[in-house]
C-alpha cells in the first residue's frame, strides 16, 4: 500500500493519517472505521480549482463518490460545484447549506417529487436524461412559473476501456440521449421548443475510472459537432460543455493514471482548438469528478478477528467488515491494498487472502496481499477507500454501517456516526396482529 495524503508511520511506528495515530483511532471510534484525510481531500479539491476553475472553467464534485453534511461543507468552502443525483443527495446538500446557485442535478429517472424539490430550491442546472423527464421538467417548471436551466446529458458512442458496469459513454446504455442516432439532435430541439426550459448546454459521461485522456477529449469533439450543427440549425449557442467525471486514480500496483493538471490541459486544449476549428463560442468547460477527490483521501481500519490457514491452500484472515462497508471487490472485482496499522514497517513475508464477515463466499476484500502473518487483534488499513465506499455501504446480514472521522493536524472528529442496533430496526413496523400479547 503506498502512503499518500498524510499518511506516515510514527514515533511509536504506528501508522498515522492527518497526525492521528490510527491505534488511538481504533481505540476511540472502535472498527470498522472510516478515514478521511481532510488535508487530502481539500489538495484534491484544490488540484480541480487550481486547473479549471482558474482558467474560466468549473469543476463539479461528484457528490456520488461520497457525501455526508460535512463532505458538503469541505467542498463549499473549497469553492467546488456539486453534482447531485437523488432527492436523497440534494437533501444533504440543502441541509448542509450549499449554495443551490452551485448544484447540477442529474440521474436517468428523477421522480416528479425530486424534480418539484429541486425547482423549489433553485439548483443552477438539470441535466435531462430522456424525452420523458423533458417533458416533465418543462409541465413542472411551468407549474411553478420558473424556467428550469438544462443540459442535454447525450451518449456520444465512445467506449472507454473501463469495468463494464462503469462504462457508459458507448450507444447501448441506459444513459442519455444518443448522439449518432440522431436522437441528441432531437432533444436540442424539443427543449428549444418548451417555453420553460432553457438549454444552456450539452453533458457527457463517458465512464469511471478512466486511464486514458484521449476519450475525454473525442467526447468532447462530438458534443461540439452537435453544438455546431444546433448552431446552423437553430442559431442556438452552447454556452457549457460538461464532459462529466471519469479519472482514474491509482488503487493498487500498475495503476497509472493521468494527473489532474494533464485532464484539465487535455479539455480545455481541445474545447477551444474544436469550437475554433468549428467556428462556433468556445462554451465554458466543466468536469464532475468524484472518484479522483474522495477516493485517493480515505482509509478504511479493520480489527483482525481470525486467521485460518488452509495447508497448501491459502490463509484466509477475516476482519469485522467487508462487503457492507465496501462493496466494490464483490461487484467488480476491484482491487485494493493494505498495510497492518500497528506494525507498518514489518517485513511482508506472508501471503493472506483477507475475507470479510459478511455471509457470502464473495465478500473477499483483497486476494493474495502480501503482509506480515497478521495474527488475531491486528489492525489492517485499506487504502484508497474514499470513493463509492461509505457511499454504497449497506446492511446486509444487519450489520451496522461503520462510523467516519475526519481527521486532521492530530485531531479526530466524528462527521458520520456508526450506525448502532436501534438505527437498525428505526423503520421496522409490526402489524397489530403480529404483536406479542404483552406489546
Ligand atoms: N458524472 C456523472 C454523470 C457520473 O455518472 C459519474 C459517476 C461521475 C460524474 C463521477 O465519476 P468519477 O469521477 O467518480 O469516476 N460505483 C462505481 C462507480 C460508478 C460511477 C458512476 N458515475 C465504482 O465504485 O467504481
Known sequence: MRFTGTMKVNAKGNLEIGGCDTVDLAQNFGT????????????????????????????????????????????????????????GELYTAIQSGFPMSRVYFHGNNKSADEIRMALAAGVHRFVMDSFDEIDLLDTLAQEVRLIANVLLRLTPGIEAHTHEYVRTGQIDSKFGFVVPNGQARDAVNTVLSRENLQLRGLHCHIGSQIFELKPFGDAAEILLSIARQARDENGWVCEELNL???????????????????LAGTVIRTVQDTAARFSVPAPKVLVEPGRSISGPAGTTLYTVGSVKTIPDVRTYVAVDGGMGDNPRPALYG??????????????????????????ESGDMLIWDAKLPL??????????????????????????????????RDGEAELIVRRESYADLIRNDVIPGRLRKQHD
Open 32 to 87: 470498522p472505521l472510516y478515514i478521511m484525510d481532510e488535508a487530502y481531500f481539500r489538495a484534491n479539491c484544490r488540484a480541480y480549482y487550481g486547473a479549471f476553475n482558474k482558467h474560466g472553467a468549473d469543476a463539479v464534485y461528484a457528490g456520488k463518490s461520497l457525501l455526508t453534511l460535512s463532505i458538503c461543507r469541505i467542498v463549499d468552502e473549497e469553492g467546488l460545484s456539486l453534482d447531485v443525483v437523488s432527492g
Open 244 to 262: 462529466g467525471g471519469g479519472l482514474g486514480i491509482h488503487y493498487a500496483e500498475g495503476d497509472d493514471p493521468p494527473s489532474i493538471a494533464d
Open 334 to 359: 476491484s482491487v485494493y491494498e493494505a498495510c497492518l496499522a500497528n506494525r507498518p514497517l514489518e517485513e511482508r513475508t506472508a501471503k493472506v487472502s483477507i475475507a470479510g464477515r459478511y455471509c
Open 374 to 407: 497478521p495474527r488475531v487483534g491486528d489492525l489492517l488499513a485499506v487504502g484508497v477507500t474514499g470513493a463509492y465506499n461509505y457511499a454504497m455501504a449497506m446492511n446486509y446480514n444487519r450489520f451496522p454501517r461503520p462510523a467516519m472521522v475526519l481527521v
